[in-house]
């Protein structure tokens, strides 16, 4: 019988409960989170508010609340959402508001924090802001139709969209610049290019700031045709046989056909596969055996090319 040392004993258990953690999700219901900003009484002329807590550990998600006025006389229930970082920005009327926070995972939640009460004064939309959700941030895609949402913004009567290719360099020359009393619009882009976007409120007096530019880009030309380098046409090869093809410019993976020798079965469950490289082996296969196979190119945004020529081998 082998005896450990204690140093090895040690190590040999303290891997045996981290790698136990890996399947068994703690429980975090003793553990607590920790308000930090907007502080008690926190006063606002901002409408919109930056909250912030402490993070928990083998916490998934937190589940943020605001109401006004007072959690134990609530009227309206503002926020009730689940945000997997430890910040959150939203948007708010004037008021009188307590805002509170627990920590969960897929088995267990802390206790929610003590309510802190904030209050967000009446203020010019001029020192305002909108708060700007849809497309998110440097968005890469192949639908034309898109919809821009915001956050509605207290004291604004319509909402100014502009979209640009130059970064607002020259305002004469936008893509768009579409006013609206609601708080999403949707439009067709036309052209493969970058695109950024922002919002302001309106109201028959004033103007707010601008919202942060969020960049898009639509991307809608599918990579060019694949070329099989190898195995030849037709030719017979041995087991384990590597099926090879030429490098497209804009593709960042390839979607690899293969079928059996009726040429429309399916090869087996693991086709169509998406490979990163320009080679693929294959290990499987009986002698005498004719497999076909074709290849095509996709692109980051996700088009996919022109499948190349349809090529067969047989096993030998």
């Known amino acids: 019988m082998i005896k450990l040392k204690p140093y090895f004993l040690l190590v040999a258990l303290s891997s045996l409960l981290f790698g136990c953690k890996d399947f068994i999700e703690p429980s975090i219901k003793e553990r607590q989170v920790m308000l930090n900003a907007p502080g008690n009484d926190y006063k606002s002329t901002s409408y919109t508010l930056n909250f912030w807590w402490n993070q928990v550990e083998d916490a998934l998600q937190y589940r943020l609340q605001i109401v006004t006025p007072k959690f134990d006389s609530a009227t309206v229930i503002v926020v009730d959402t689940v945000v997997k970082s430890d910040k959150f920005a939203f948007n708010l009327s004037p008021g009188t508001y307590q805002w509170r926070v627990r920590a969960e995972n897929g088995s267990?939640?802390?206790?929610?924090?003590?309510?802190?009460?904030?209050?967000?004064?009446?203020?010019?939309?001029?020192?305002?802001?909108v708060q700007v959700n849809t497309p998110g941030s440097n968005l890469l895609t192949t639908q034309s139709n898109l919809n821009f949402s915001w956050g509605e913004l207290y004291g604004a009567t319509k909402y100014r969209l502009q979209l640009d290719t130059n970064s607002f360099a020259d305002e004469t020359k936008l893509v768009l610049d579409q006013a609206t009393p609601a708080q999403q619009f949707t439009y067709k882009l036309l052209k493969d290019q970058t695109y950024q976007w922002r919002v302001r409120a309106e109201n028959d007096t004033a103007q707010s700031r601008w919202s942060v530019i969020r960049n898009l880009t639509f991307d809608s030309t599918p990579p060019g045709q694949v070329s099989l380098t190898a195995p030849a046409a037709d030719q017979s090869v041995s087991s384990p046989v590597t099926m090879r093809w030429s490098q497209v410019a804009t593709a960042s993976k390839y979607r690899l056909y293969a079928f059996k020798a009726d040429g429309t079965?399916?090869?087996?469950?693991?086709?169509?596969?998406?490979?990163?490289?320009t080679s693929?082996?294959?290990?499987?296969?009986?002698?005498?055996?004719?497999?076909?196979?074709?290849?095509?190119?996709?692109?980051?945004?996700?088009?996919?090319?022109?499948?190349?020529?349809?090529?067969?081998?047989?096993?030998?």
Do not use: C
Request: aromatic residues 14%.
């Open 108 to 129: 267990s939640e802390t206790a929610y924090t003590t309510p802190q009460q904030f209050s967000v004064l009446f203020s010019s939309i001029k020192q305002q802001v």
């Open 265 to 277: 079965t399916r090869y087996n469950d693991s086709f169509p596969m998406l490979i990163n490289t």
């Open 280 to 316: 693929y082996t294959l290990t499987t296969g009986t002698f005498g055996e004719r497999i076909y196979w074709k290849v095509t190119a996709i692109d980051a945004a996700g088009n996919e090319g022109t499948a190349s020529t349809v090529r067969s081998f047989t096993l030998q």
